[in-house]
């Protein structure tokens, strides 16, 4: 069963702009993150927002990707601005969502390719 169903991954020339989401089917939702895994590399936390919207990115994005979300939605979105090949990677959405019994469950998303090349 699919908890966190992501979307908006693709093929981008250098320079150029995605948007990532991510939508919990959880009955709520508290802290949302993204992470890649670049080739070669560690799988590496990217940005985090909390449900009150407080937010964190590395420092690799600062500048250039935006995290946002809709509570209402229970949807996290990741804005990437001005892609470098480095880039590169599986992004992949992660999230405690509450279920029936009102208790937390950590989930991780399938992941989206990201891809930036000329």
């Known amino acids: 069963q699919v908890q966190l169903a992501e979307s908006g991954g693709g093929l981008v020339q250098p320079g150029g702009s995605l948007r990532l989401s991510c939508v919990a089917s959880g009955i709520r939702v508290r802290d949302m993150r993204w992470y890649r895994r670049a080739p070669g590399k560690q799988r590496e936390l990217v940005a985090t927002?909390?449900?009150?919207?407080?937010?964190t990115y590395a420092d690799s994005v600062k500048g250039r990707f935006t995290i946002s979300r809709d509570n209402a939605k229970n949807t996290v979105y990741l804005q990437m601005n001005s892609l470098k090949p480095e880039d590169t990677a599986v992004f992949y959405c992660?999230?405690?969502?509450?279920?029936?019994?009102?208790?937390?469950?950590?989930?991780w998303g399938q992941g989206t390719q990201v891809t930036v090349s000329s």
């Open positions: 992660n999230a405690d969502l509450m279920d029936s019994a009102y208790l937390f469950h950590n989930y």
């Open positions: 927002i909390t449900r009150g919207g407080s937010t």
